[in-house]
């Protein structure tokens, strides 16, 4: 808020905001999304983190993909056939051109909308050059028949098979990461009612306790 005194006056004003009221917080709220690009970028540079991507649109790349094949009961006023892996494509290099942009390099991975994937969607990724993608927990637990037991802080009490890494079985492979559900809800949606330094605190304790297991 210091770095924006009009903020703060918006703030206080509760009501009857005019046009130009609103152009300003929308301008301040285009200002503070560049600064944390940058952010980004300069921890990125620095080799603090790794930054993903999203399909451009945030589309459902199965969908997109392969239609007919997905498991859908009633197809009533949905086409019974649809596919367009141009689109798809379209989706991921639009995505690639941003990134390239605004980090001035390519990224490793990429994190698809909604967790969704098919086997023709880690086909695709691949080919298009990416390393690794994140998939939730549920798709594994599916697939392996095994499902994932927490103690009651919601720690997994075998966090072996979940925070392995998995490649796809095709000539054109790719690592899969399996994202806990768990912690991704807290960080969606539940460290936001808590006390910052707290949430920082659990999270952290969280996860040490998996890095005991390895």
Same mark, same amino acid.
């Given at each position: ?8 006056? @918006? #703030? ?41 991507? !999203? ?22 006023? @949905? ?5 367009? +892996? ?26 698809? !909308? ?15 050059? #990416? ?11 599916? !697939? ?7 103690? =009651?802080?919601? +720690? ?21 990461? =399996?994202?806990? !559900?768990? =912690? ?8 936001? +009612? ?21």
């Amino acid at each position: 808020v210091n770095d924006y005194p009009d903020l703060k006056d @918006l #703030f206080f004003k509760e009501k009857n905001y005019t046009l130009d009221d609103r152009n300003k917080i929308y301008e301040i709220q285009l200002d503070i999304i560049k600064r944390i690009l940058l952010e980004y970028k300069n921890y990125q540079d620095e080799g603090r983190i790794e930054v993903s991507t !999203s399909p451009y649109y945030h589309p459902i790349m199965p969908l997109l993909i392969d239609f007919k094949g997905k498991e859908i009961k009633d197809f009533e006023n @949905l086409p019974e056939n649809f596919s367009n +892996n141009t689109d798809a494509k379209m989706q991921i290099d639009m995505a690639l051109e941003k990134y390239q942009e605004v980090f001035d390099k390519k990224p490793k991975g990429m994190w698809l !909308s909604e967790q969704c994937i098919c086997p023709k969607t880690a086909e695709l990724l691949s080919k298009e050059g #990416f390393i690794w993608t994140v998939v939730d927990e549920g798709i594994l637990s599916k !697939s392996i028949k095994k499902e994932f037991m927490r103690d =009651f802080e919601g +720690n997994l009490e075998n966090p072996y098979t979940l925070m392995t890494n998995y490649k796809t079985k095709n000539k054109h492979s790719i690592n899969l990461i =399996f994202a806990d !559900s768990f =912690f991704a809800n807290l960080l969606n949606f539940g460290y936001g +009612n808590y006390d910052s330094k707290i949430a920082a605190n659990d999270l952290y304790d969280k996860i040490k306790i998996i890095q005991c297991f390895f």
